[in-house]
């Protein structure tokens, strides 16, 4: 069981309270008269399935019955952050992929401080783990 | 456009209609333990249901209702989500539902007059104003062990250190829906729908059998 943010309720409520509604951001295209088949067939039914960070609508049903907007990680079901309806999640897919490499980045910057024989305020575990592994 | 609105008193204390609350049937059907009588002992949760109540649902911005009400009822809106205001004898209050909607709760034959009122107060504002008092009943619940009873058949926190007075939630009840709140530091309410008041008054009766559940009979305001 889930405790979830609602935003306009302000508080943690629990799963039971809230229902899925589906991909988030969802533009419907503003000419819907001269709009392409395939472009109106896409907005209707085609949606995204990706394994890692996901923006869905959820409903507040017994509650405000309100919609609101969860960024949700679809591996581990963790649920990053819940936003009103109007705004924009703040962390996405990309967002976390430049945060990879600047980690990855700074490990690798720490491993070679490390390898001289200092180690530097602020290293990573994985820094850390591998000047034991040196002394080892 | 308030004046293309039809708007009427919907009560039938006028008329030779004679008005049963929603839980008139369960009454007889499921019966009313008094309070106390179980085993000589004291109960220690006691409910009663306060029918015919008048109850408004209002919808629109804060600002021009908060305006509104203030002027024609003497009470302010809830700016704060989960929250509920009372005013000074206790008889009419006003809950924060949602972002733009509130429920309002004043005696019955308060309603159409307040509804009217409220009406002319906000002109042509872009508001609506349901009266749903016919939709849901008021059920109290009071006595040492009233959290306890709740603690059974809701998944929200009623312990009475966080569920504070003033406070004020819609939620699951026993697989239903309900709004509960917390007017004063003696009792909760219970606002279930009509549909479903037996099935909760059931559900309370069971539930409170081990405080010794009773029903309070003097809490039934029957309309004149
Ligand atoms: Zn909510």
């Keep these: ?136 | 456009m308030s004046n293309s609105v039809h708007v009427y008193d919907a009560r039938t204390d006028h008329a030779t209609v004679t008005a049963e609350s929603p839980l008139a049937y369960s009454f007889q059907r499921s019966g009313m333990p008094a309070p106390g009588d179980a085993s000589g002992e004291e109960s220690r949760a006691v409910i009663g249901e306060r029918a015919f109540l008048g109850h408004l649902i209002l919808r629109g911005g804060a600002i021009v209702l908060d305006e509104a009400l203030r002027e024609v009822l003497g009470i302010g809106l809830p700016g704060r989500p989960n929250s509920l205001t009372v005013d000074a004898d206790g008889q009419r209050s006003v809950q924060w539902l949602s972002p733009d909607e509130w429920l309002l709760i004043v005696p019955g034959d308060e309603t159409f007059g307040l509804e009217t009122r409220l009406r002319a107060h906000l002109g042509g504002a872009h508001v609506a104003i349901v009266d749903v008092s016919a939709g849901q009943t008021l059920i109290e619940l009071s006595g040492e062990a009233a959290h306890e009873v709740l603690m059974k058949s809701t998944v929200y926190d009623v312990d009475p250190h966080t569920f504070t007075v003033g406070k004020g939630v819609t939620t699951l009840f026993a697989k239903t829906s309900v709004i509960l709140r917390r007017p004063d530091a003696s009792r909760w309410e219970l606002i279930v729908r009509r549909s479903f008041a037996d099935y909760v008054y059931r559900w309370l009766l069971d539930a409170g059998e081990e405080y010794g559940i009773g029903v309070a009979r003097e809490s039934r305001h029957e309309p004149q």
């Design chain 1, 1 to 136: 069981m889930f405790h979830i943010y609602c935003p306009y309720c302000e508080e943690l409520r629990e799963e039971e309270e809230f229902h899925p509604k589906g991909q988030a951001h969802i533009a419907r295209p503003e000419e819907p008269d001269t709009c392409s088949d395939e472009e109106w067939g896409d907005y209707l039914f085609f949606r995204d399935n990706p394994r890692g960070i996901h923006h869905e609508m959820w409903l507040h049903a017994v509650g405000c019955r309100k919609f609101f907007n969860i960024t949700r990680n679809t591996v581990s079901y963790e649920i990053l952050e819940t936003y009103k309806m109007g705004e924009q999640p703040t962390i996405t897919a990309e967002h976390l992929a430049r945060e990879e490499k600047n980690a990855r980045e700074e490990k690798t910057n720490n491993a070679q401080v490390a390898e001289g024989g200092q180690q530097t305020v602020g290293a990573s575990d994985a820094a850390v783990a591998s000047v034991k592994g040196a002394q080892a």
